[in-house]
């Protein structure tokens, strides 16, 4: 099995202990302080359930047990796909206990990514909820079973058809491990996928420790703190953004919403009094455009984070008269680097920037392209490095040798600019990805997809402005053969078992991509022209055609 690393240069780990940023914490330890401290405190609420932090801890004990007596030896790779329920915690708790390695994957995952991260990581577990949102993940797992032999562990939470209930885990007679080793890998989160394939991202628990219990501060968050988990709380931002993690480190209290939508979310706010959540930006319009309407009791709510994608300046100004809360602007990444507007910035920054770093010691570079920095205030390439941005992802040495410069530094594919004040404006990307709400589709990996279909000859994936999405992703195909319909292109792609989120919301045929004729060309460059070209045909249509 091919070992984690997270390979940080003795003299960078040497710095980042001395600042005090790494204390040498780590998940189990975490939890096991967190249980003394706050053992009566509510720690998660979801469903029926509310847990204290001493249940919390004793839930885990269970799972981490019984996951090992089912066979699963310390260092074994756990692919983890659950909704936000309270049992996200006891799993990913007991896996850390167990000395097991979570890997993430978001419910919106289907049999294309959940194989692709079970292979990376060399998984032997799967963990999945019975059913969520109509979809039975257990008829996935068996397609994940039959494509990945080695993974032989399928744990169910809620009826367990042909696997192993989570419920019924029993590990009364096995011994526990001791506590990892603060600088080893935690677990795996996958990123945004700007080139293909996710890529795999191993999290120390000493940098992502440092990177929630950070956040928490910045956040102000306090034992009274309740936070609504409304994005998937797999992602980076509920996850640590100061999310469920930030929330429990510092004492408070997490709420599962199964749905981020307001006629799910509005209700809990109001009866659990919620203090701060996170959206994404197509979701902060919906929730203002929701909160107008309806009236559920908002005011408990001090917070609103928006990240992920970016937030409108003219959207952002309606947070606060809207919400009655303060927005905060989260510009973040799954590698690392993490940016918030202070809640006690003024409001023109709060609305009109992502923020500025987490730490003294994140190091940012903008840079143009020919790696020379830009003068102060112009848009340029972000390039990080810090005490919680990974130098490395799993065993990829193709990104590896792309994504960072030597001297470590994470190439984050933004363009940005910065502020006198030092705050990060996101300006675009040089990559060519589409970030639909948030979530990230990599134009090749769509491509590959649409080829396989017998009647395209080529195709090419771009992103369209889209006043609700941000972003939404086309697909220029060039037939061959019979002209399929774009419904059906669209159905097909829905067979290929890949989520639903990156079936292309638009299929435009063209007779040809005529700047092949100039030469060869880039696909980049191919996907801005017929994105250039598209874009203009559209504004030359006169109104009301
Ligand atoms: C978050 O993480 P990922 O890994 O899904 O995506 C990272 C990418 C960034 O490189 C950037 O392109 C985009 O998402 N992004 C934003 C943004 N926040 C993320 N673009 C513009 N404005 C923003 N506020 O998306 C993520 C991780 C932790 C916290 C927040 C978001």
Redesign the pocket.
């Known amino acids: 099995m091919i070992p984690l690393l997270q390979p940080f240069p003795t003299d960078a780990a040497e710095r980042y202990r001395r600042a005090g940023h790494w204390r040498g914490e780590t998940f189990p330890g975490m939890l096991r302080q967190l249980a003394s401290r706050h053992s009566s405190r509510t720690a998660v609420v979801g469903g029926e359930q509310r847990w204290t932090y001493a249940e919390l801890a004793i839930h885990a004990e269970q799972a981490a047990a019984g996951f090992l007596a089912l066979g699963l030896n310390p260092g074994d790779r756990v692919v983890v796909q659950l909704p936000n329920i309270p049992e996200f915690l006891s799993v990913v708790f007991g896996l850390f206990r167990a000395g097991l390695i979570p890997v993430y994957a978001l419910p919106a995952h289907r049999a294309v990514e959940v194989v692709h991260f079970a292979r990376t990581a060399e998984a032997r577990g799967y963990v999945i909820a019975e059913r969520h949102e109509g979809f039975d993940y257990r008829d996935l797992a068996e397609e994940v079973c039959r494509q990945v032999p080695a993974l032989d562990t399928v744990v169910v939470v809620g009826e367990a058809g042909p696997f192993t209930s989570f419920a019924g885990l029993d590990g009364a007679v096995v011994a526990l491990p001791g506590d990892p080793d603060p600088s080893s890998v935690a677990f795996l989160?996958?990123?945004?996928g700007?080139t293909g394939l996710s890529k795999l991202i191993p999290r120390t628990h000493d940098d992502y420790i440092y990177s929630f219990r950070a956040s928490a501060e910045i956040c102000g968050l306090t034992p009274d703190s309740i936070y609504l988990a409304a994005l998937p709380v797999a992602?980076?931002?509920p996850m640590?953004?100061p999310?469920v993690f930030g929330v429990l480190y510092a004492g408070g209290t997490v709420v599962m919403s199964p749905s981020p939508s307001p006629e799910v979310a509005f209700p809990l706010i109001a009866r659990e009094k919620v203090t701060i959540t996170?959206l994404?930006?197509p979701l902060a319009l919906l929730w203002m455009q929701a909160a107008r309407k309806r009236t559920y009791d908002l005011s408990s709510l001090e917070v609103l984070?928006?990240?992920?994608?970016?937030?409108m300046p003219e959207a952002a100004r309606r947070v606060r008269p809207t919400l009655g809360c303060t927005l905060q602007?989260?510009?973040?990444?799954?590698?690392g680097l993490?940016?918030y507007t202070r809640l006690d910035d003024a409001e023109e920054i709060i609305v009109s920037t992502?923020?500025r770093p987490i730490s003294e010691d994140d190091e940012v570079l903008i840079l143009d392209d020919s790696g020379q920095p830009v003068p102060e205030g112009e848009v340029g390439n972000?390039l990080a490095r810090g005490p919680y941005t990974i130098r490395a992802y799993h065993n990829n040495d193709g990104a590896n040798a792309r994504s960072f410069t030597p001297d470590g530094f994470y190439r984050?594919?933004?363009m940005v600019k910065r502020t006198p004040e030092g705050y990060l404006v996101?300006q675009g990307?040089a990559s060519d990805?589409i970030?639909r709400a948030?979530?990230?589709i990599s134009a090749e990996e769509i491509e590959d997809h649409l080829l396989a279909h017998p009647s395209v000859f080529d195709a090419a994936v771009v992103s369209l402005p889209d006043e609700f999405l941000g972003e939404r992703s086309c697909a220029f195909i060039i037939a061959q053969g019979e002209k399929p319909k774009a419904a059906a292109l669209k159905a097909f792609m829905r067979t290929r078992g890949l989520a639903d989120f990156k079936v292309p919301d638009q299929i435009v045929f063209v007779p040809a991509f005529e700047i092949t004729a100039v030469g060869k060309v880039s696909r980049k460059e191919l996907r801005a022209a017929l994105r250039r070209q598209f874009l203009a045909e559209q504004s030359a249509v006169p109104p009301g055609e």
């Open positions: 989160q996958i990123s945004g700007s992602h980076n931002f640590s953004s999310g996170g994404v930006p984070q928006v990240g992920g994608a970016k937030f602007q989260v510009f973040g990444m799954a590698e993490v940016n992502q923020g972000l984050t594919g933004d996101v990307r990805h970030n948030g979530e990230k």
